[in-house]
């Protein structure tokens, strides 16, 4: 089974600050991994996603994840917050066999003016 | 750009009565999921379908729960006796056959038992 952790629940920065929120991931198999944003009151919207082949993938915003296989993680990153950026990020990990995605318990992201 | 849709947006019942709830997954679709995320909460897996069968499910989905794909568009999700635990919004999503992994998803619907 696979499963996945993120660490902070609350995470705050100023805009045009970097952002980073962690994410770390176990799996038996080799992992796809996601990234998802929620803004309130809405459903998940996929930022961006790794299955195979580049370990650094960009998505949308701006937002960029690397994948890690030694650290077992999944770090987004943005190299500068902006206002709209204040969201519920999940990352998600699913296996090549079933693809069934679990998720993290979430990340709130809040930007300061 | 297709979606996936839910119904309804808002739902508010009485514990101990029945709901449905209703999805249409993207057209060309095959996989068939529903989450649910309890306010403030994480987002979790209930139930996997494929091929007019459940594949997977959670703890979660027990003997109250149900789901069905009745006409080849509509996949639904039924809650026999509602309690009041299970108010939460609970989103349907779907995948393509391709081994792409991604999972799309609907805007959800915020079930309320009082």
């Known amino acids: 089974a696979q499963s996945v952790t993120q660490l902070g629940s609350h995470v705050s920065v100023s805009e045009g600050a970097l952002v980073l929120l962690r994410c770390n991931y176990s799996?038996?198999?080799?992992?796809?991994l996601f990234w998802y944003v929620q803004y309130p009151n809405q459903g998940l919207q996929l930022l961006l996603k790794?299955?195979?082949?580049?370990?650094l993938v960009k998505g949308i915003n701006g937002f960029e994840a690397e994948f890690k296989k030694s650290e077992t993680s999944f770090h987004l990153t943005k190299p500068s917050a902006h206002m709209s950026d204040a969201a519920e990020y999940f990352c998600a990990v699913s296996d090549q066999n079933n693809n069934d995605m679990r998720f993290g318990a979430g990340t709130r992201l809040t930007v300061k003016p | 750009e297709p979606e996936v849709t839910q119904t309804p947006s808002h739902q508010v019942t009485q514990m101990g009565q029945e709901v449905i709830l209703r999805c249409v997954p993207i057209s060309n679709h095959l996989y068939f999921y529903w989450y649910r995320q309890i306010l403030g909460q994480k987002v979790e897996f209930l139930v996997s379908f494929y091929n007019n069968e459940i594949s997977e499910k959670s703890e979660i989905f027990d003997d109250q729960f149900s789901v069905e794909r009745p006409d080849g568009s509509n996949f639904t999700l039924k809650i026999r006796s509602t309690k009041l635990e299970d108010s939460a919004m609970y989103f349907c999503a779907s995948r393509s056959g391709m081994n792409t992994g991604e999972l799309f998803f609907g805007e959800g619907s915020r079930l309320t038992v009082l």
């Open positions: 799996s038996s198999v080799p992992p796809y």
């Open positions: 790794y299955t195979t082949g580049a370990t």
